[in-house]
């Protein structure tokens, strides 16, 4: 009996993977055409879990997990800054629209000087 049940469920499985093709959870721009992965605004897991960890030697839980994790994530939030504002420069520098440079200049153009040669 048991036997039998196996056997169906493997000739069902094997069914099932022989008509099988790819299949993609999301769009290539995911859900809704939105595109890249989620970002939250500030970390999901709070640093300060880190402060029943067991100890490992003299120096307090704050100091060696809590705190190097609250100073790098200011170090982050800073240089983050620092990349939004060179990328806005960057786009401003980008739309402004440059005059021509010169003012016709040719090669051997002496028409300024002698006037009735052309």
Do not use: K
Request: proline share 8%; aromatic share 10%; charged share 10%.
């Amino acid at each position: 009996m048991i036997g039998r049940r196996l056997l169906s469920v493997l000739a069902l499985v094997g069914l099932l993977c022989l008509f099988a093709g790819e299949v993609n959870a999301q769009s290539p721009r995911g859900i809704g055409g939105y595109s890249g992965r989620y970002q939250p605004s500030r970390p999901t897991v709070s640093p300060y879990l880190n402060l029943f960890e067991p100890r490992r030697g003299p120096i307090p839980n704050y100091h060696l997990y809590v705190r190097p994790i609250l100073q790098q994530q200011q170090i982050n939030a800073q240089q983050s800054a620092a990349v939004q504002q060179i990328q806005q420069g960057l786009q401003q520098t980008q739309t402004t629209v440059q005059g021509p440079t010169g003012i016709g200049a040719g090669f051997r153009n002496f028409s300024h000087y002698y006037t009735g040669l052309r």
